[in-house]
């Protein structure tokens, strides 16, 4: 038989703490899965929007990179680069990731804690509101009303619907922890309880900093990259690890190797993780000690990150093959790995004799899409292709396009990887190599430099984008319940017969 | 773990421990810094003044953060030295502005004292308006949205564009000028308010 979608054995951990855990039946999922489906569909369906909105915008933004005269030779203000560049980041930030990550997180929260959707207008009304938000904010930045504070673009008074949306989100994961059936906490549950508390905290703490009591001079820079590195670490990366954590186990029908991994991996992210900020200001104007703490707090990020590998990786053990035909597993497992790569490499930035190469250049705007496209774009794709079909009751129409959108992610996540690096890496060379006192390229020559990398980017963001309307297309499709109808999930490749 | 208050307790505290030594520690070391008294009865830094101080929305707004930053590393590790972009820069440089731009890109120069360099408001306004055409392989976009075409009435305006520096398809048929918008005027006067020729204490060079 096929394991695939067999939904038995999640949280028979090796754990004696488990003494009330009773197996779940199909019925009870099935009605838990029915709970949740306007709210979710909702956040899934509007995220992919954003997608496709941050694609376009990401399009434009590169093309114009290598090409500054294209679309309108600078009469435009809505279409300049700087403002369509930023537009991109905060519509796959804010629209996007958080957007089906609440999404992805919503229908974990309901499984876990093994109890129907509760009260759902609250995260109806949350999520409407922060749709909202995301189309007034980028309505502001193109219009020109950035604040100018990376990350933190969108003018504070959208910040306020976000938040209120955010607390009405955090509020709503509390209940469900509270009507939650007695028992074992699942390790996804830790880390999506924490990002969901954790974000608004963040999140009000860095606007109150910077916008309404702004704190002195650099301090702003220290707060701004506080909050842009734990944006990452302590809201996309616990989110994505929940869902890691759930979909493999979940898709090879085998525990998590070890519950201590799993405890040991969560508590070293949450303390490492929050102190990583200084790391984005090595050399800058603010004090050493802050760097110093900051490049110690990154390298001791190789504890979680390899206690995270090891664990996924032993679970995996022998399940290999499950790769050729689940979906779900493919697109989990491949940003289950680039996590793993991503963090390394996070590490090694923040080591000063390699940031004094790498900072300030192209290469770290490779690492960012490894963290959040690689990462952790694949991982919520993974978890809609599991998710979409338990509320939509039909399967994905077909396994070919989801084939071509796995490629497309792959292989343009990949190129614009090993562009932006290689770009990267000659820019920051180029600047230290002297020839006698003086440097041996002119400024302008590094900038020069940088543009054949920029066009192979331009050309990996379009495999991507085509990645992303096959995807849509797709999504549409189960929206409009024309999906299959065998009652079977949509494979890569139909298992053998046993 | 399984008891909800023990994993509250765990979020709150890690999370407060970063805040206490990234957030709370470094206000009370660097939070109210002074600017020095020069022997002329001045500031260093100088407050901006006039212009300039609109100027730093302008800068926020249209994004140059993306591409410049404004801060001066180390000499002898980084190649910041090189370039002409002043001394390094410090904490106490900052303390006279409203919003930072330490920045994480140099896509462009950084323009952490730009304005000791480039002090000729006409250069600047020509560069916004086609900087290809002053600065050959430049990537970097026309602002040419903070700028308008007029006819021109009588007198041509005191700080329209020297369009005859423009390349022929940029310049106004004839009888009009192009002059900076307000935007543009305090973008500029910012710009040029960008300048660290001041020393302090704490640089020794």
């Given at each position: ?47 992919l ?5 941050g ?9 114009k ?16 680069w ?11 930030i ?7 990550g ?8 309901a ?38 504070v990376?990350?933190l673009?969108f ?13 009405l989100?955090s ?6 922890f509270y ?11 830790w ?21 309404a ?8 820079a220290?707060t ?27 898709v ?33 104007p ?37 790769l ?22 996070g ?68 190129l ?9 890496i ?12 003086l ?60 | ?53 609109a ?8 994004g ?23 001394r ?73 564009l ?15 000028e ?6 543009a005027?305090?973008l500029?006067?910012?710009?040029i ?11 020794k060079?």
């Amino acid at each position: 038989m096929s394991a695939i979608g067999t939904e038995t054995t999640l949280g028979q951990e090796y754990s004696t703490a488990v003494p009330h855990y009773r197996i779940e039946d199909a019925a009870e999922r099935s009605e838990l899965d029915a709970s949740t489906r306007f709210p979710v569909l909702l956040y899934l369906g509007s995220g992919l929007f954003w997608l496709l909105v941050g694609t376009v915008f990401a399009l434009i933004a590169s093309f114009k990179l290598h090409n500054p005269q294209l679309f309108d030779g600078g009469t435009l203000s809505w279409l300049a680069w700087p403002r369509v560049r930023t537009a991109h980041l905060n519509a796959v930030i804010y629209g996007w990731a958080s957007t089906a990550g609440i999404g992805v997180g919503i229908w974990l929260i309901a499984r876990l804690c093994r109890t129907p959707l509760r009260y759902p207008a609250i995260v109806i009304v949350a999520g409407i509101f922060w749709n909202i938000g995301v189309a007034i904010g980028i309505t502001a930045i193109l219009a020109g009303q950035s604040t100018g504070v990376e990350w933190l673009e969108f003018p504070p008074y959208v910040a306020a619907i976000l938040f209120f949306s955010y607390i009405l989100i955090s509020i709503w994961t509390v209940l469900m922890f509270y009507y939650r059936e007695p028992g074992h906490i699942y390790v996804s549950q830790w880390y999506l309880l924490a990002a969901f508390i954790w974000f608004p905290w963040l999140y009000a703490t860095t606007y109150l900093l910077i916008f309404a009591y702004p704190v002195q001079g650099v301090l702003q820079a220290i707060t701004n990259w506080w909050y842009g590195h734990n944006v990452l670490g302590l809201w996309f990366t616990p989110i994505g690890l929940a869902s890691a954590y759930y979909f493999i186990p979940k898709v090879i029908g085998r525990p998590v190797y070890s519950y201590y991994l799993s405890a040991l991996g969560f508590w070293t992210l949450a303390f490492f993780y929050a102190w990583n900020g200084g790391h984005h200001l090595i050399g800058g104007p603010i004090p050493l000690w802050i760097q110093t703490v900051s490049i110690v707090a990154s390298v001791m990020m190789i504890i979680p990150v390899s206690v995270v590998a090891i664990n996924h990786h032993l679970t995996m053990t022998g399940n290999f093959h499950y790769l050729i035909t689940s979906p779900t597993l493919r697109f989990t497992v491949f940003g289950a790995m680039s996590y793993t790569l991503v963090s390394l490499q996070g590490m090694s930035m923040a080591i000063p004799s390699l940031n004094y190469i790498t900072h300030f250049t192209h290469y770290t705007i490779g690492h960012s899409h490894l963290g959040l496209y690689s990462f952790y774009t694949s991982i919520i794709f993974g978890a809609m292709y599991y998710i979409v079909p338990r509320l939509t009751e039909c399967e994905w129409p077909s396994a070919n396009l989801i084939k071509l959108h796995f490629w497309c992610v792959f292989y343009g996540s990949a190129l614009m990887f090993v562009c932006l690096s290689i770009g990267g890496i000659t820019q920051g060379t180029m600047w230290l190599t002297k020839s006698g006192e003086l440097p041996a390229f002119q400024f302008i020559d590094t900038v020069q430099s940088t543009i054949p990398y920029l066009i192979g980017r331009s050309v990996a963001g379009t495999i991507l984008a085509i990645g992303h309307v096959v995807f849509a297309y797709h999504f549409g499709l189960m929206i409009l319940r024309m999906g299959q109808r065998t009652g079977q999930p949509t494979l890569f490749i139909e298992p053998a017969k046993a | 773990m399984n008891r909800l208050p023990t994993l509250f307790l765990g979020f709150f505290l890690t999370f407060l421990s970063a805040w206490l030594g990234l957030i709370l520690i470094p206000t009370f070391q660097i939070g109210a810094l002074k600017p020095e008294v020069t022997e002329d009865g001045g500031y260093s830094p100088p407050s901006p003044a006039g212009s300039a101080i609109a100027g730093e929305s302008v800068y926020a707004a249209n994004g140059c953060v993306l591409c410049h930053t404004q801060q001066v590393r180390n000499k002898i590790d980084t190649a910041d030295g090189q370039y002409g972009w002043g001394r390094q820069t410090v904490a106490r440089d900052y303390i006279a502005q409203r919003r930072v731009f330490l920045g994480t890109m140099r896509t462009g120069p950084d323009l952490a004292s730009t304005g000791a360099s480039k002090s000729d408001p006409a250069w600047h306004h020509l560069h916004l308006y086609n900087p290809q055409h002053f600065a050959t392989g430049s990537l970097m976009p026309s602002f040419r949205y903070l700028y308008k075409t007029q006819k021109i009435l009588g007198q041509r305006a005191a700080n329209a564009l020297d369009v005859a520096r423009l390349p022929e398809a940029d310049r106004p048929p004839a009888g009009y000028e192009i002059v900076p918008t307000r935007d543009a005027q305090d973008l500029v006067a910012y710009l040029i308010s960008l300048n660290r020729s001041y020393s302090l204490k704490e640089v020794k060079e």
